[in-house]
């Protein structure tokens, strides 16, 4: 079945204590990209890649990292999460940023 | 700087109703712009989209109408049902530059 797939699906941590949010797609898609969702404010884009070793900052990249080593995943890492990045995360995967974007079931993360 | 800006916030309407979302953008080489239907804990998923060489498509009970003169493009849901109570993201693009900008989103509510 294709998919994007994110774990953890759910996560509660503290301030300051590193993670790491996966993604992984079976598509073979050259496009990946993560978004965080929050209340009146839509999905808004955090970092996006047209295809392996190329990543480019979105909208908002302020306190976040990823990488795309392999074409199939693109985890987003918090270095050191902040409760304003408590919010809904979603990653998702196209040919390209004007085709048909699949997005996994979302990461909601709680930073206390 | 939010790019496409999406109203209203919210909608209601009645079984059988039309429900009409409109998005205005400002950039005018985006040449991608597609809706995204998002059911409560679920990833949006696509719904339609529209390249601007067109005016109208139509897919089923969803059209899309876009007016590149006035750089506004809009949904709308004819003969709405119970089922298409969701929220629903205008989003556009354009492929050299990667990134995808969507609206803040509407929440539709079809009362049956």
């Known amino acids: 079945e294709a998919q994007v797939t994110q774990n953890p699906r759910y996560l509660i941590t503290v301030t300051g204590k590193k993670l790491t949010v ?8 050259e496009y990946m990209s993560w978004y965080r969702q929050d209340p009146g404010l839509g999905l808004r884009q955090i970092y996006y890649s047209m295809n392996v070793e190329v990543t480019d900052k979105g909208d908002v ?20 999460p902040s409760p304003n990045q408590t919010s809904l995360y979603f990653c998702a995967s196209g040919r390209d940023s004007t085709d048909t974007q699949y997005f996994g079931p ?7 | 700087q939010q790019q496409v800006k999406q109203s209203p916030q919210s909608l209601i309407v009645q079984k059988g109703g039309i429900s009409i979302i409109n998005c205005a953008y400002e950039n005018t080489a985006f040449d991608y712009f ?3 239907q998002q059911f409560p804990g679920k990833g949006p998923a696509l719904l ?4 601007p060489d067109v005016s109208e498509k139509k897919e089923g ?5 876009f007016n590149k003169s006035a750089k506004q493009f809009s949904l709308h849901i004819m003969d709405s049902q119970p089922g298409d109570s969701a929220t629903y ?7 050299s530059w990667g990134k995808l900008q969507f609206g803040a989103g509407t929440q539709v509510v079809v009362t049956p």
Not at chain 1, 22 to 29: A, E, F, G
Not at chain 1, 65 to 71: A, F, L
Not at chain 2, 48 to 51: E, G, H, K, L, W
């Open chain 1, 61 to 80: 990249p302020e306190g976040y990292k990823v990488s795309r080593k392999e074409k199939r995943n693109f985890p987003l890492i918090l270095e050191s």
């Open chain 2, 61 to 65: 009970r969803f059209t899309i109408s």
């Open chain 1, 106 to 112: 979302g990461t909601r993360l709680t930073v206390l």
């Open chain 2, 34 to 36: 597609p809706w995204y």
């Open chain 2, 48 to 51: 339609i989209a529209i390249r």
């Open chain 2, 89 to 95: 993201f205008c989003a556009a693009a354009y492929m």
């Open chain 1, 22 to 29: 996966t993604c992984s797609q079976n598509m073979n898609h």
